[in-house]
């Protein structure tokens, strides 16, 4: 029965995440999958650009969840941590998610705040289930 209802889990996934999806991740896990192209850049180039940002950000000394903040952008939603941008969701991010810019903005913001406590810890201090020991 425990086999079938991760087969059921990995169907469920399958479906819901768009085959070129690129995940954004910190410390092994993942925080949110970007789906699509923007800007004239792959799924796998935004990614390198919020790792890329992620390293500068995460030399602030301290991060609250607070400070992960959505800005509009024209049409687009910009997500900014302690001034930094961070991710823009796209129009096009939602489309493949058949939901709202403001809507996938809110998600990948609230999985970033949810996580940002992680993001600043020593290897040692991580637990096995992601968080502080």
């Known amino acids: ?45 935004r990614v390198a650009e919020i790792d890329s940002r992620m390293i500068d950000i995460l030399g602030e000394t301290s991060i609250t969840p607070a400070e992960v903040v959505i800005k509009k952008t024209g049409a687009d939603r910009s997500i900014y941590v302690k001034g930094h941008l961070f991710a823009v969701a796209t129009v096009a991010d939602a489309k493949l998610a058949k939901t709202t810019v403001d809507k996938v903005a809110k998600s990948w913001r609230d999985q970033l705040a949810k996580n940002i406590d992680a993001m600043h810890l020593l290897p040692e201090q991580v637990g096995p289930t992601g968080r502080r020991k």
């Open 1 to 45: 029965m425990k086999v079938l209802r991760w087969m059921i889990a990995i169907a469920v996934v399958a479906l819901t995440v768009p085959a070129l999806a690129e995940p954004v991740t910190f410390a092994g896990r993942t925080i949110f999958y970007i789906t699509a192209s923007a800007a004239g850049k792959t799924p796998a180039q």
